[in-house]
């Protein structure tokens, strides 16, 4: 009766100690692995060798398990390879390696200490490193993605905000530095249809100076001086605006930047003075001069003492002493100079009013004050009634006349010119026009743009390399995986029904991490 019930309790193995526990109950000889050298050369030589039966060529795939062996001899033998002599042997050499590596797998029951070798090896190392492989090679592949989703809507974001850019100083962007060249020989355009932005500001200036003068009771005031000087004569010199007097503008041509510039030398010469010239030829001239000179005040007469008592030259050396004619008087240049000095300041003055920078300043700061007191006075009217004013004595009838209307109209033609000459564009184009620096800097800083483009589309192709690596990583070590699992399930099958016969028909269950794979 106690031996029934213990026929019913399974026998529970650990995966990992299952070598241990079949050495422990003598099921296999403790040095079982080191006397399988035969059986590895035997399965080593039928792995390279040629399988005579060709259905059968396709299935003989290292590495090599018990069943396995068992399968492949069964089918030998059924093939006409299978044939046997008087004694039992196979006649096929090959079929008869195949009958002996079965044979010393059950010998000792060295199959059952292989099969746990293998679930061992399978269970601890392979499947968690085949499972790792492909966690990794999957999130490399997502991580990639989704890296190559922010570059794209980067570059998005990097061209909106280059046409952006472009679009703000007026240019198509296919050839940056061609256009921004031939935008700025369009300034003088752009200024005259800024010039006549101001001229059509008459009545709104006229309206301001009528309130001015009468809430000051200034009947001499005047305002946005600058602005009426633009509007009666348009963008005249910045001379003609401080005196009055008409000038011929200072053209582009006058002021060439090629020209080039040179320094004045500052020269001393023997007696302390100092010279000052422009010309770097005139000074070698007056060098050599000075040379001439010393060459003609040198006495020939003058005794030089050698330290030697005398000297025997062997006759009388002629040593030159005719006088040396220059060729005429030298001129040291002791004439009267004339210097032209240059009033600084005297290019500005026949500069444009809005090529200055100065007075280009003063008409936006106009045009800001203009602007300010109409929106004040906007605000007025759409506040309270317009007959409030009316009513006080002496109010003039400009002031009672104008609408809310014509104000609105009024505060968008100064709107016009002051966001002209306040633009993005307008400031690119000045400093463009003033410095060949500032082109190059724009320039660079307009391709630094699509620079950035250019690097994400890299980062794209990078990722793209990244995503076919891991594919590749997936679909080789996927197989890999699936067939470690598949021969871990049989091989536990096949122990623990082996080993439930040895305890005459008792469970054997083999547990640990085999179970969860």
């Not at 109950?25 to 060798?49: D, P, Y």
């Not at 292989?114 to 090679?137: C, E, M």
């Not at 000297?311 to 009267?336: L, N, R, V």
Request: proline letters at 3%; charged letters at 30%; a negative charge.
């Amino acid at each position: 009766m106690e031996a029934e019930k213990v026929q019913l309790i399974p026998i529970d193995i650990k995966d990992v100690k299952l070598i241990d526990w079949l050495v422990d109950r003598a099921i296999v000889n403790r040095l079982w692995n080191e006397e399988c050298s035969e059986l590895r050369e035997l399965l080593k030589q039928v792995s390279e060798e040629e399988c005579p039966l060709i259905e059968l060529a396709a299935e003989i795939q290292p590495p090599f398990y018990y069943h396995d062996s068992v399968k492949i001899l069964q089918q030998l033998e059924q093939s006409p390879f299978g044939s046997k002599n008087l004694i039992g042997q196979f006649n096929h050499e090959y079929t008869a390696k195949w009958a002996r590596i079965v044979k010393l797998y059950e010998k000792d029951a060295t199959f059952l200490a292989d099969s746990a070798k293998h679930i061992i090896q399978n269970v601890k190392y392979d499947i968690p490193l085949f499972k790792k492989q492909i966690s990794r090679a999957t999130q490399v592949k997502q991580d990639s993605i989704k890296k190559q989703a922010d570059c794209s809507n980067s570059i998005a974001k990097y061209q909106i905000k280059y046409r952006e850019k472009c679009a703000d100083i007026g240019i198509s962007g296919d050839h940056v530095r061609s256009e921004l060249v031939s935008l700025v020989q369009d300034l003088p355009l752009l200024m005259s249809d800024i010039t006549a932005d101001i001229s059509s500001l008459q009545s709104a200036l006229s309206y301001y100076q009528v309130f001015a003068r009468f809430l000051i009771k200034d009947t001499e005031l005047e305002v946005c001086p600058l602005l009426r000087h633009v509007i009666n004569h348009g963008n005249s010199t910045v001379n003609q605006w401080e005196t009055g007097i008409t000038q011929t503008p200072l053209q582009e041509s006058d002021t060439d930047s090629s020209v080039e510039i040179i320094d004045p030398i500052e020269t001393q010469d023997k007696n302390g003075c100092i010279f000052v010239s422009d010309d770097p030829g005139s000074l070698a001239a007056e060098e050599s001069e000075d040379k001439v000179t010393e060459m003609e005040n040198t006495d020939p007469e003058c005794d030089i003492d050698f330290g030697i008592d005398t000297i025997d030259f062997g006759a009388d050396i002629d040593f030159g002493e005719e006088i040396i004619d220059c060729g005429g008087d030298i001129d040291f240049g002791d004439g009267a100079i004339e210097i032209s000095v240059l009033e600084d300041g005297e290019d500005q003055k026949n500069e444009l009013i809005l090529d200055n920078t100065a007075t280009r300043n003063k008409v936006v700061d106009e045009l800001f004050e203009l602007s300010a007191f109409l929106s004040a006075r906007r605000d007025e009217l759409s506040r309270y009634s317009d007959t409030i004013l009316a009513e006080i004595p002496e109010c003039p009838v400009e002031i009672q006349t104008t609408q809310l209307e014509n104000i609105e109209k009024m505060l968008v033609g100064v709107t016009v010119p002051l966001d002209k000459l306040t633009s993005d564009k307008m400031r690119h184009l000045l400093l463009l026009r003033n410095s060949e620096k500032y082109l190059d800097r724009l320039t660079d800083s307009m391709h630094s743009q699509l620079r950035l483009c250019d690097k994400m589309e890299d980062s794209i192709e990078e990722m793209n390399q990244r995503i076919s690596e891991a594919e590749r990583t997936y679909e080789e070590v996927q197989p890999k995986l699936q067939r470690a699992i598949e021969t871990t399930k049989l091989l536990k099958s096949c122990v623990e029904t082996e080993l439930s016969k040895k305890y005459k028909g008792r469970a054997v269950r083999i547990m640990g991490d085999i179970n969860t794979l």
